[in-house]
C-alpha cells in the first residue's frame, strides 16, 4: 500500500500545529466539495476533549488516569484553527453557512462534573473493563459490561453514552439552530 503524498510530507519531525493545518485544509477541502454539491448550511463539529476520554486516560493519563492537558490544548489549537476557517469560508461563500459547533466545552464539562447532571462515572465506560474496549468488544455477550449505564458519561472507552449525547443535542439545537438561518 502506497500512502498518499499529503500524508507524507508530513515527515517524521512535524509537530502538531502543522498536522493541525493539514486536517483544517482536508475539512476546507471536504466543504467546499459540498458547496459544489449545493449543500448551504453545513455544521462542522469541533474536536472533543480527546485526552479526556476513558481510553486516552488509560494510555496517556498516569495511574490516577487523569485527563492529559498538552493534548487537550492540541484539541484546542485545531478547534481555534477549525473556527477560524470556517469564518474565511463564510466570507468567500456569502450564500452559505458554515457553522461551527462546540462539543468539546459541554463534554469537558460533563466529564469534569458528572454528579451535576447524575453522572457518578467519567472516566471509564459502561462496557468491559471501561479502560479500553471499543465498539465490537461492547456487547450483551461481555460479562464485565455494566448494570447501569445511565450512571455512566461514557458508553465505552472512546463513545458518549447514549443520555450524553441527547443532552448534547438539546445544548447544540438551542445554541446553534438559529445561526443557520
Same mark, same amino acid.
Given at each position: 500500500?502506497?500512502?498518499?503524498?499529503?500524508?507524507?510530507?508530513?515527515?517524521?519531525?512535524?509537530?502538531?500545529?502543522?498536522?493541525?493545518?493539514?486536517?483544517?485544509?482536508?475539512?476546507?477541502?471536504?466543504?467546499?466539495?459540498?458547496?459544489?454539491?449545493? %449543500? /448551504?448550511?453545513?455544521?462542522?463539529?469541533?474536536?472533543? +476533549? *480527546?485526552?479526556? =476520554?476513558?481510553?486516552?486516560?488509560?494510555?496517556? !493519563?498516569?495511574?490516577?488516569?487523569?485527563?492529559?492537558?498538552?493534548?487537550?490544548?492540541?484539541?484546542?489549537?485545531?478547534?481555534?484553527?477549525?473556527?477560524?476557517?470556517?469564518?474565511?469560508?463564510?466570507?468567500?461563500?456569502?450564500? %452559505? /453557512?458554515?457553522?461551527?459547533?462546540?462539543?468539546?466545552? +459541554? *463534554?469537558?464539562? =460533563?466529564?469534569?462534573?458528572?454528579?451535576?447532571? !447524575?453522572?457518578?462515572?467519567?472516566?471509564?465506560?459502561?462496557?468491559?473493563?471501561?479502560?479500553?474496549?471499543?465498539?465490537?468488544?461492547?456487547?450483551?455477550?461481555?460479562?464485565?459490561?455494566?448494570?447501569?449505564?445511565?450512571?455512566?458519561?461514557?458508553?465505552?472507552?472512546?463513545?458518549?453514552?447514549?443520555?450524553?449525547?441527547?443532552?448534547?443535542?438539546?445544548?447544540?439545537?438551542?445554541?446553534?439552530?438559529?445561526?443557520?438561518?
Amino acid at each position: 500500500m502506497t500512502l498518499p503524498k499529503h500524508i507524507l510530507s508530513l515527515g517524521k519531525d512535524s509537530d502538531f500545529p502543522t498536522y493541525a493545518d493539514l486536517m483544517v485544509g482536508w475539512a476546507s477541502s471536504f466543504l467546499k466539495e459540498l458547496y459544489g454539491l449545493w %449543500a /448551504r448550511r453545513i455544521g462542522v463539529f469541533c474536536a472533543p +476533549p *480527546l485526552r479526556c =476520554l476513558p481510553s486516552q486516560r488509560s494510555i496517556g !493519563g498516569g495511574k490516577q488516569r487523569e485527563c492529559v492537558d498538552n493534548v487537550n490544548e492540541e484539541s484546542k489549537l485545531f478547534n481555534d484553527k477549525l473556527s477560524s476557517e470556517l469564518d474565511s469560508l463564510n466570507t468567500n461563500f456569502p450564500l %452559505a /453557512r458554515f457553522v461551527y459547533i462546540d462539543i468539546y466545552n +459541554p *463534554l469537558l464539562g =460533563l466529564i469534569q462534573n458528572p454528579q451535576k447532571l !447524575g453522572f457518578e462515572v467519567a472516566d471509564k465506560g459502561c462496557c468491559g473493563t471501561g479502560f479500553i474496549e471499543v465498539a465490537l468488544l461492547c456487547n450483551k455477550f461481555n460479562p464485565f459490561t455494566c448494570d447501569d449505564v445511565s450512571k455512566y458519561v461514557f458508553w465505552d472507552s472512546f463513545h458518549p453514552t447514549e443520555r450524553v449525547y441527547k443532552i448534547l443535542k438539546s445544548g447544540i439545537i438551542q445554541q446553534y439552530v438559529n445561526k443557520f438561518l
